[in-house]
């Protein structure tokens, strides 16, 4: 999920269920442990385009999380050429 | 495959890991040859396919295996995204084109109050119309994704702003030209602009910029 959260501003909770193929129980547990480690950030805003009454989730890459994506890749495409 | 591998992130986001941390970096005890991490990425994803290479851990390929399955998702994923960016609606584009033909024309009104008043009025429509583009497309992008990216849009508004300055030029200076083909000539740029600028982010998010 941080991959597709990298290079955009935000992304919305349905679009990333739909990119990732994931259950929305599945998706809200990650992102709910992404906001507690300081790496993901939500808001919640009403959408003309629902037809309930529920909010629209966005979701972003904090700084941090932005920063710790980069070194996770870094470090696991270093393992990947390591051999 | 790609999907279950991230329920069981999901899943594994709330267990301890396995991993240790050692001096602020994270570490794997069981791997004395793999760099420090500075990131819980690595220790999450790491569980998530401990399952899948479990008999290659216990050969010593661990590491680089389960490197490249966690690298084969995040370009999994660039690509779906990648795909949806490049879709870019049509709509957009075209009502893009619309606006800077409208501010490129706007000199012909012959007062500079009108050309401002209008400019500033397409704008802020062109700022609206952004923001409902990124509503239907469920992602925001507000700034270039790569140096590529960030090529096309300084391009893009530099020939808009000539466009537009040569419109002015023409109205109020008496620099021979047509506004009209400046007009249209402001749509047709912006219409392949717009296109290459999607087609451009899209490719830089398949690389990782």
Redesign the interface.
Known sequence: ????LR??????F??LT??????EA??S??IR??VE?G?ASISKQP?P?RDDSRLTT?VQLTPAGKT??D???A????????? | MGAGLRCQVASDLSTSSRFSYAGGALAAPSCPNRPPLRSKFFSLSMRATDTVNSMESESGRYGSDDARTQLGLITADRESLAQRVAQHPWWHTLASAALAAVIVAAPVSGSMWIVTLISVLLISASTALDKECDKRMGVSIMKPVGPKSLTVVIVLVTVEVALFGTSLGIVFSELSGSIAVNSALAAVVMIVGLRMLSRTMAQEIRHGR
């Open positions: 999920m941080c991959a597709i290079p955009l501003d935000s992304a919305e349905r679009t739909e990119i990732l193929g994931m259950s599945s998706l547990k990650t442990n992404l480690l790496y959408s385009q966005t710790a994506f070194g996770h890749l470090a696991i495409s270093a393992l990947a050429d390591s051999n």
